[in-house]
């Protein structure tokens, strides 16, 4: 059902609402021995080092509309990295920037990271972890958008699940605070929405099962999602299948169903003999 328009509100001064979207992103494998989980980590840490990371975070500022005044970032040792950018907000590059006028649509698609708006901020933190005798790594990105005035967050949320792919994803979005039209009356949002998952793509939305947890008097809105679809084949760091007995591959498969449950639904599940 398409979301018809709303008047443009108008408002006194500054739009003073704030609205932020975060989110955990998480990425599991297995990996057969100690050497090899070490070979993960590495690997995760180069693919989101510092200049990575700070690729995400500029396209993300040109989404949302926003100028980019400073980038620093550094790379650790022996593994993470850390951006900090400062941005100041630009006209949105969508067709109608006001988000009170706008249809809940998806956006566009495409270690520790900062960055701030004016008034406004951007953060990442990345979490590579293993299990030390298990083999399950993981690797977990926590990241914040917040703004204030017209720019939204929600037009960067395609692009960002793009550029991690997870295999589960916590999404929150809120919006805080208030603002006044002309006449003074408070505005607590501006601008509709029934569900984040209005703003993901169908094409995202068709690989993942999704869940919402809304409490609409509070303006908070929270999405959890999970894949589908399981092959073995993309969960194996330093192991092909076709090496794996069909004992181990049923044994291996297990420990990772086991494992992406107790992620999604944020408690441990007790093992089945």
């Not at 951006?83 to 249809?103: G, R």
């Not at 297990?254 to 449950?261: A, N, V």
């Amino acid at each position: 059902m398409e979301i018809k328009p709303i008047k443009k509100l108008k408002l006194y001064g500054f739009n003073n609402l704030t609205k932020t979207l975060s989110f955990n992103l998480y990425d599991i494998c297995y990996a057969k021995d100690f050497e090899n989980r070490k070979h993960y980590i590495q690997y995760i840490d180069e693919e989101y080092n510092a200049e990575r990371l700070s690729k995400i975070l500029t396209d993300v500022a040109q989404i949302i509309g926003a100028n980019i005044l400073n980038i620093a970032n550094q790379d650790y040792d022996p593994q993470g990295a850390s951006v900090t950018m400062l941005i100041a907000e630009n006209e949105p590059i969508c067709d109608n920037p006001e988000p009170s006028t706008a249809k809940e649509s998806p956006g566009p698609m495409p270690t520790d990271l900062v960055g701030h708006l004016d008034k406004s901020h951007i953060t990442v933190h990345t979490y590579p972890e293993m299990h030390p005798d298990q083999g399950i790594s993981t690797f977990r990105a926590d990241i914040d958008v917040s703004t204030c005035g017209h720019i939204s967050p929600l037009k960067a949320l395609n692009y960002l699940i793009n550029s991690f792919e997870p295999d589960i994803a916590y999404i929150d979005y809120r919006v805080r605070g208030f603002t006044r039209d002309v006449n003074g009356k408070k505005l607590y949002i501006d601008h509709k929405i029934n569900s984040i998952q209005n703003y993901i793509s169908s094409k995202i939305r068709d690989r993942y099962q999704m869940i919402d947890v809304n409490v609409y008097q509070d303006n908070i809105f929270h999405t959890k999602m999970i894949l589908k679809e399981f092959d073995l084949d993309n969960y194996l760091f330093g192991t092909a299948k076709k090496d794996l007995k069909g004992w181990e591959k049923r044994k291996i498969k297990q420990r990772i169903k086991k494992e992406m449950l107790e992620k999604f639904y944020g408690r441990n599940i007790p093992s089945m003999h």
